[in-house]
């Protein structure tokens, strides 16, 4: 079974290029790319974002994926100018909130994957 999880940005200038550019650092990650979707969000709720981004996870590599994604987001998050702006993977009810200033270690980032891999198999 493949289960998505949604990516959310805030705190930057213009959310709709810094959205624009997490897509394409996502999708320039070899491992990450063909999972990277877009789906459109319904008129009127845009508020200056046309779209959510979602990841596929594959149940068979959820630990995998969640943690190359969480790596992959804070590496982002590092080469942008500024510490404002935040990502927020929503995975069922979990949420893994990542900002420029976070310093978190491969054992912090390994137990947010962790969480998000429960949560994706229950």
Known sequence: MD???TIELEGGKDSAED??????????????????VRRERPAG???????DLLLMIL????QTTALTLLRALRNHLRNQPGDSL??????????CVLTG?????????EA????IRQTLEN
């Not at 927020?88 to 979990?94: E, Q, S």
Request: glycine content about 6%; overall charge negative.
């Open 101 to 109: 200033r976070d310093a978190l270690t491969r054992g912090e980032l």
């Open 19 to 36: 959205l624009r550019r997490l897509e394409v650092w996502l999708r320039a990650d070899e491992e990450l790319a063909p999972l990277v």
């Open 3 to 5: 289960t998505y999880v």
């Open 59 to 62: 149940q068979e590599t959820l």
């Open 86 to 95: 935040s990502v927020t993977v929503r995975a069922g009810d979990v949420e």
């Open 45 to 51: 709720e845009s508020m200056g974002v046309a779209y």
């Open 112 to 115: 947010m994957a962790a969480r």
